[in-house]
C-alpha cells in the first residue's frame, strides 16, 4: 500500500535499510521463535516491525521540530513558516499511515477468528499499545508544529510593532521641527525674528532642544529603549 512505499522510503533515508530487513535476517539464520511457531507469527512479526520503523522517523521529527523551534524563536526566517508546513503534512502522512493499522490490529489482536493463536495475540496486544503511543506523539508533534506557527506569527508582530513604534517616535520628533521650520520659512515681510543677528542659531538651537526633550520625555516613558 501507499503507506509501506512512504515507511519504507522515511526509514532508509534514516537507517539506509528496508523496513523488514531484521526480519528477513532471523528468517536467514534459522533457528528460534520466528522459525518454531506457525505463520500467524510470522505475520505478527512482520506488524510489528513495521509499527516500531515509525519511531526512528518521529525521532528525526522531533529533531527537525527543535530545530525549528530555536529558529523561530531566535531568529525567524521567511523559509520557516514553509518548513513548519512542511513537517506538518508529513506528520499528517503519517498519522494516515499508522491509523488504520491500530485498527487492524485491534480487530487482529481482540476476535478469536481473526487467524491468530491466542500466544500470538497476546504479542499483538503489545504492538497495538506502541501503534496507539506512536499515534499520540504524532498528535502531539503536530500541536507542537500548530504552536510553533502561532509563535512565529506572534514573533513577526512584535517585530512589526517594534519597528512601527520607532518610525512613529521619529514622525513625532520631527512634527514639531516642521511646524518650526514652516512659520519660520513663511515669505511675510513683517518677521521680526527674520532681521535678528543670531536668529538662525537661536532656532536652530530651539529645533535641536524640542527634538531632545521628546527623546528625552519617550526614553522616560519607556517607549524608547529602557527607563
Known amino acids: 500500500m501507499w503507506f509501506d512505499e512512504f515507511l519504507n522510503t522515511r526509514l532508509f533515508e534514516l537507517t539506509g535499510t528496508s523496513v523488514f530487513e531484521t526480519v528477513r535476517r532471523r528468517l536467514e539464520r534459522g533457528?528460534?521463535?520466528i522459525r518454531e511457531l506457525g505463520c500467524d507469527y510470522l505475520a505478527y512479526a512482520l506488524l510489528d516491525t513495521v509499527v516500531d520503523a515509525y519511531y526512528p522517523i518521529l525521532e528525526g521529527m522531533s529533531d527537525r521540530l527543535e530545530l525549528l523551534?530555536?529558529?523561530v524563536i531566535e531568529r525567524?526566517?521567511?523559509?520557516?513558516?514553509s518548513r513548519i508546513y512542511g513537517l506538518k503534512r508529513e506528520l499528517?502522512?503519517?498519522?494516515?499511515?499508522?491509523?488504520?493499522?491500530?485498527e487492524a490490529l485491534s480487530s487482529a489482536a481482540r476476535d478469536d477468528d481473526s487467524g491468530f493463536t491466542e500466544p500470538v495475540r497476546v504479542y499483538l496486544r503489545g504492538t497495538y499499545d506502541h501503534c496507539v503511543q506512536v499515534i499520540d506523539v504524532i498528535e502531539?508533534?503536530?500541536?507542537m508544529a500548530s504552536g510553533l506557527l502561532d509563535v512565529y506569527l506572534s514573533t513577526e508582530s512584535n517585530r512589526m510593532n517594534e519597528i512601527m513604534k520607532v518610525l512613529t517616535i521619529m514622525a513625532s520628533i520631527f512634527i514639531p521641527l516642521t511646524f518650526i521650520a514652516g512659520v519660520y520659512g513663511m515669505n511675510f515681510d513683517?518677521?521680526?525674528?527674520l532681521r535678528?543677528?543670531?536668529?538662525?542659531?537661536?532656532?536652530?538651537?530651539l529645533m535641536a532642544s524640542v527634538a531632545l526633550g521628546m527623546v528625552w520625555w519617550f526614553r522616560g516613558k519607556g517607549w524608547l529603549g529602557r527607563r
Do not use: N
Request: no cysteine; net charge negative; hydrophobic share 35%.
Open 76 to 81: 525567524p526566517e521567511r523559509d520557516s513558516v
Open 69 to 71: 523551534e530555536t529558529e
Open 196 to 205: 535678528r543677528e543670531y536668529a538662525y542659531p537661536v532656532v536652530l538651537a
Open 190 to 193: 513683517f518677521m521680526p525674528e
Open 31 to 33: 533457528g528460534g521463535v
Open 140 to 143: 502531539t508533534y503536530r500541536e
Open 92 to 102: 499528517l502522512e503519517l498519522r494516515r499511515a499508522v491509523w488504520p493499522q491500530r
